[in-house]
């Protein structure tokens, strides 16, 4: 009896990874038959239910879906995966005629392509997001960046619906690059009930951008030049461990010529140790 509960064990989760894999390769006629003989077997299955909500939805069957999702509530009130589908499902169902032209050309980001990278990849939010189109969409979705001729950058539904805006600062920036031969790949990172998160991947750096970064680090990521002395006696105690009350009792440790050599020679030992901000040694902390 133990076995033949491991056996079905295994071949659930089994079962599940494919189903997941069908999702993700956009296969969703697959994905309803495999999550419908999951359930067949295991009836209070949650993920199975959502999971076939999903691949419902995409395939346009809102009325299925529904139901699915339904079912999942049933099983566990909670769900907050299920709730926000039938959430969604009820904001399509006024944007159905749309359906049928956005699922002609419905792609998938490949899972590797979500990697992070420093300078070549950005999670950004999405300026004047309309909801209505990108209910439509869900997490993985391909997305076009078309550029207007105010020299706005707008994602666009791989069947050319607009849905908003790229923030202006960065659409200028990416504009520019692009002009010079940079090319992006772009998807839906996340959706909530009122915005959108773009990934945004640069494919291609043209060899007249060499050396430019697509998407710099920002002012609070990169590394201060200048570093408060006390801040860096801090790094600094935790391996001498000082009395604090010694510098707090110093009338001079403020002072303009102590925070000077403080922090030349405080800063090196921080450096060595991988202790200051934008220092590639955060391993220490880590463990």
């Given at each position: 009896?133990?076995?033949?509960?491991?056996?079905?064990?295994?071949?659930?989760k089994?079962?599940?990874?494919?189903?997941i894999?069908?999702?993700?390769?956009?296969?969703w006629?697959?994905a309803v038959?495999?999550?419908?003989?999951?359930?067949?077997?295991?009836?209070?299955?949650?993920d199975?239910?959502?999971?076939l909500?999903?691949?419902l939805?995409?395939l346009?069957?809102?009325a299925?879906?529904?139901?699915?999702y339904m079912?999942?509530?049933?099983?566990?009130?909670l769900?907050l995966?299920?709730?926000?589908?039938l959430?969604?499902?009820?904001?399509?169902g006024?944007t159905?005629?749309?359906?049928?032209?956005?699922?002609?050309?419905?792609?998938?980001l490949?899972?590797?392509?979500f990697?992070?990278?420093t300078?070549?990849?950005?999670?950004?939010?999405?300026?004047q997001?309309?909801?209505?189109?990108?209910?439509?969409l869900?997490?993985?979705?391909?997305i076009?960046?078309?550029?207007?001729?105010k020299?706005?950058?707008s994602?666009?539904?791989?069947?050319?619906?607009?849905f908003?805006?790229?923030e202006?600062?960065l659409?200028?920036?990416?504009?520019?690059?692009m002009?010079g031969?940079?090319?992006y790949?772009a998807?839906?990172?996340?959706l909530?009930?009122?915005?959108?998160k773009?990934?945004i991947?640069?494919?291609?750096?043209d060899?007249?951008?060499?050396?430019k970064?697509?998407?710099p680090?920002?002012?609070?990521e990169?590394?201060?030049p200048?570093?408060?002395s006390?801040?860096?006696?801090?790094?600094?105690d935790?391996?001498?461990?000082p009395?604090?009350?010694?510098?707090?009792a110093?009338?001079?440790?403020?002072?303009?010529?102590?925070d000077s050599?403080?922090t030349?020679e405080?800063t090196?030992a921080?450096?060595s140790?991988?202790r200051?901000?934008?220092?590639?040694?955060?391993?220490?902390n880590?463990?």
């Amino acid at each position: 009896m133990v076995f033949q509960a491991e056996d079905r064990t295994r071949s659930k989760k089994h079962h599940a990874d494919v189903a997941i894999q069908m999702a993700l390769q956009g296969q969703w006629e697959q994905a309803v038959d495999l999550n419908r003989s999951i359930l067949e077997s295991f009836p209070a299955d949650v993920d199975a239910c959502n999971r076939l909500g999903k691949a419902l939805t995409e395939l346009g069957r809102f009325a299925d879906a529904r139901d699915s999702y339904m079912k999942a509530i049933e099983i566990d009130p909670l769900n907050l995966i299920a709730r926000k589908n039938l959430s969604r499902l009820a904001t399509l169902g006024k944007t159905a005629p749309k359906k049928k032209s956005k699922k002609a050309a419905n792609r998938k980001l490949s899972p590797e392509m979500f990697i992070e990278e420093t300078g070549k990849t950005i999670i950004t939010e999405l300026a004047q997001p309309d909801m209505d189109i990108a209910n439509q969409l869900t997490a993985g979705d391909l997305i076009e960046l078309v550029r207007d001729k105010k020299g706005n950058l707008s994602p666009r539904t791989m069947a050319g619906e607009r849905f908003g805006d790229v923030e202006s600062r960065l659409a200028q920036r990416l504009v520019k690059l692009m002009d010079g031969g940079n090319k992006y790949v772009a998807a839906i990172s996340s959706l909530r009930e009122d915005g959108v998160k773009l990934f945004i991947r640069e494919t291609l750096q043209d060899s007249s951008q060499v050396g430019k970064l697509s998407f710099p680090a920002t002012v609070t990521e990169s590394v201060r030049p200048y570093t408060k002395s006390r801040l860096v006696r801090t790094d600094e105690d935790d391996s001498s461990a000082p009395d604090d009350s010694d510098e707090a009792a110093d009338p001079a440790a403020d002072s303009d010529d102590e925070d000077s050599s403080d922090t030349s020679e405080g800063t090196l030992a921080a450096r060595s140790r991988g202790r200051l901000p934008g220092a590639d040694g955060d391993d220490e902390n880590d463990d």
